[in-house]
Structure formats: C-alpha cells, structure tokens
C-alpha cells in the first residue's frame, strides 16, 4: 500500500478467486500468468491471449471468464 493512501491493499485473487462475471486489472491476474506484462501484451495483439476493455487511456481491463477460459487451455485459446 502506498503511504497517502486512504484505500486498504487489495489482495491478488487466486486462481480460484475469478469470478468469470468480474473484470479484472493486470494487477491482479499478473501471478496467474506464466509470462511478463510485455510477452502477454504481444500474445494479445496476436490474439492468443484474451482481449481487454479498455475504459480509458490507462484503464484496462480483463474479463474474468475469458482468464479462467484461457488458464484451462492456454496453448489452444484463440481469441474471438
């Protein structure tokens, strides 16, 4: 938690912890994932990765059932 601020630390959720009907930040599916934010960034442009939302400039986003579909099959997701 940075000093300042008035929010509690947010724990990561586990694998478990997805709720497909949630979004998610990289935050906080970073230590699901096998590789680093750039590698999963460029999975992502070449659709073998979930596509985020993006809800603004520095806001993006992950749906939780696209992560737990691509976590059961991770070198067979396509992206729609």
Do not use: F
Not at 10 to 23: F, T, V
Not at 24 to 50: C, D, F, Q
Request: glycine fraction near 4%.
């Amino acid at each position: 938690m940075l000093s300042g601020s008035s929010q509690p630390a947010r724990s990561a959720p586990k694998h478990m912890d997805i709720i497909p009907q949630c979004l998610y930040r990289w935050a906080e599916i970073r230590h699901l994932l096998p590789n680093g934010e750039t590698s999963w960034r460029k999975m992502v442009a070449e659709k073998r990765a979930p596509q985020p939302i993006k809800l603004g400039h520095k806001c993006t986003l992950w749906r939780g059932e696209h992560i737990l579909d691509w976590l059961s099959r991770p070198n067979e997701y396509m992206a729609a």
